[in-house]
């Protein structure tokens, strides 16, 4: 029997307060997961900032000289980077931890909501209960309670990059490629979606972030000579401030082979890993642009960023968000009950679930055995 439209009405009433009870639930056990899993860093990154700008703008001391009180960490990142960030040193510090925190949780939203919204439109999903219960996950994913915590900047690079590549390049616009400029300016790591551009032909885009990068640099140092002179000379090239390469948290390819042997690490081994990996990436995202598949590009490249980059702690692996939210994409698009859909979400649920575990934290201090090597390196 046909159901009347009071009936259609109440149905959807009834499904609207389930969903907003779930999510209500979902947020409880979330937070109560954060109070017992989540580390307090107390803004360990921002305060390294904080006090750099601070160091160089109140204090007249260079930028690059300061160390934060304690420890072997100063600012690491462009010069362009400290102008960007300058306004924080006329920023109370409480009120650098609200922007910081407000600046992560707006563009995570926006991420996640312009790759989750096709799959929500597909697959017949709720779209604002498809983001509710996302925003809740993402808030227990490791790497993105890490982020928050110690107040870094990775969401908002990732942000810039995905402007390029989920929004304008798809679209055709003359603007694609700032976003991916702006972000390599800022920190150098992202300059691999730079060589995206190249490798999948995307000339104007390349041009585009290329000139961005160039640009914002020179302003950079134009502004700050004795900064620029400093970072690039020297500040660059002085690995003691970015931490001990065999440390757990580094979660690259160069830690792996770091923690096999941490006084002697082998350079080759590395180098020899980054090639393999270079090349399947290469044929990966040719073949994702020749689809015209910019997300599967952008996840690829952001995942390979944390496997060759000497440094990736696991703060940086928001970068393997992406990747996740289209396991669960390419998943919902198979046939259903099909082998493809199985494999492709247990796939991405087991990547979730490992990736709020803290399990390579259980191998902090020793890495050494078989149990070690596998525990240590599992993310």
Not at 157 to 183: C, E, Q
Not at 217 to 245: D, H, I, K, Q
Not at 286 to 295: M, Q, S, T
């Amino acid at each position: 029997m046909a159901q009347g439209p009071g009936q259609a009405r109440a149905g959807r009433s009834g499904r609207t307060v389930g969903q907003v009870l779930a999510v209500l639930v979902l947020a409880v056990v979330v937070a109560w997961f954060l109070s017992v899993a989540a580390v307090r860093h107390g803004f360990f990154d921002l305060n390294v900032y904080y006090g750099a700008l601070t160091f160089w703008v109140h204090d007249g001391g260079e930028i690059y000289d300061f160390l934060k009180p304690g420890t072997q960490y100063g600012f690491t990142y462009p010069p362009f980077a400290a102008l960007v960030m300058l306004p924080m040193a006329y920023l109370s510090w409480h009120a650098a931890i609200v922007v910081s925190v407000t600046a992560s949780v707006v563009v995570s939203a926006l991420v996640i909501w312009w790759l989750l919204d096709p799959v929500a439109r597909r697959s017949g999903w709720t779209r604002w209960f498809t983001l509710a219960v996302a925003l809740c996950l993402a808030a227990a994913f490791e790497p993105m309670r890490e982020t928050v915590n110690f107040g870094q900047v990775n969401m908002l690079l990732l942000f810039l990059v995905a402007v390029d590549l989920l929004r304008l390049l798809p679209a055709g616009s003359r603007w694609a490629g700032v976003g991916i400029g702006l972000a390599t300016a800022i920190k150098l790591t992202p300059g691999i979606f730079l060589v995206h551009l190249l490798v999948t032909r995307q000339w104007r885009a390349a041009l585009t972030a290329t000139g961005t990068a160039a640009g914002t640099t020179l302003v950079a140092a134009a502004l700050f000579p004795n900064a620029s002179r400093e970072f690039w000379t020297s500040a660059l090239w002085n690995t003691g401030r970015v931490g001990e390469l065999a440390f757990v948290s580094n979660q690259s390819l160069r830690g792996v082979v770091a923690r096999l042997s941490p006084d002697h690490p082998s350079t080759l081994g590395w180098a020899a890993l980054v090639l393999v990996t270079l090349a399947v990436w290469a044929w990966r995202i040719r073949a994702a642009a020749a689809a015209g598949d910019h997300a599967t590009g952008f996840a690829l490249t952001g995942v390979v960023m944390c496997l060759v980059s000497p440094v990736t702690w696991v703060h940086h692996l928001v970068w393997l968000l992406p990747g996740l939210i289209l396991l669960v994409d390419n998943g919902m698009a198979a046939p259903a009950r099909s082998p493809r859909r199985r494999l492709l979400l247990v796939a991405a649920a087991v990547g979730y679930l490992l990736l709020i575990s803290r399990i390579v934290w259980a191998w902090e201090g020793e890495s050494g055995g078989l149990d070690g090597f596998l525990g240590s390196n599992t993310y």
